[in-house]
């Protein structure tokens, strides 16, 4: 199925250039949409583009200079070639070439040094699985079937570890008056209800 991106009337011009550039991006391309994979695969491929660029925009700016330009060197310290990185992203596991400086100072901002995934609201889906119930199995299942993001065990209790002192704190806090009448009640009524069955 070939894609026509027709413009709308109520298109910002940014909008409508970002149309353009999509509808001639997959035209040149001979690029045709079937299914929402092939959606997540034009969508990973522009985030990994998107973000390299951001991250040679960032070296450029740690560096004073941009890439061939000598004349404006002011430091001492260069470009050193790229590092390939893994990252999980909503769309699937995407490959981004990240800069490297010669003295390692380069420290990236968009995607830290040991950062995975795109998506930092990952930690906090899984600390709510956690919250709900699942065992950390269950989380790696689920993270695989749903994101297909490979987790190991260990990854989700350091992850879950980061909340055990907090659950640990809401367990030890003094009850209020009220809540202590509440369990008390709770109590009576479930001991009433095995009475009766």
């Known amino acids: 199925m070939e894609v026509f991106i027709a413009r709308r009337r109520s298109d910002s011009p940014q909008k ?8 001639n991006y997959l035209k040149e391309n001979g690029v045709h949409i079937k299914d929402g994979t092939d959606v997540n695969s034009i969508m990973r491929d522009m985030m990994s583009v998107i973000l390299e660029d951001t991250l040679d925009a960032e070296m450029n700016k740690e560096l004073g200079y941009s890439k061939y330009d000598y004349k404006n060197k002011e430091t001492d310290n260069s470009r050193n070639g790229y590092s ?3 990252m999980h992203t909503s769309y699937g596991d995407m490959d981004l070439d990240v800069p490297r400086d010669r003295k390692g100072e380069f ?8 950062q995975n995934t795109v998506t930092q609201d990952m930690e906090e889906k899984i600390i709510s699985m956690y919250a709900k119930g699942m065992t950390t199995a269950d989380i790696e299942s689920h993270m695989r079937d749903l994101y297909d993001i490979e987790i190991s065990d260990s990854t989700i209790s350091r992850i879950t570890d980061k909340i055990l002192p907090i659950i ?3 367990q030890e806090r003094p009850l209020e008056e ?12 479930t001991y009433a209800a095995k009475a009766v069955l």
């Open 168 to 170: 640990k704190e809401w």
């Open 16 to 23: 409508a250039a970002l149309r353009e550039m999509m509808s």
């Open 178 to 189: 009220v809540m202590l009448l509440f369990l008390w009640m709770r109590s009576i009524t």
């Open 84 to 86: 390939r990185k893994t």
């Open 107 to 114: 420290e990236p901002q968009v995607i830290k040094k040991y």
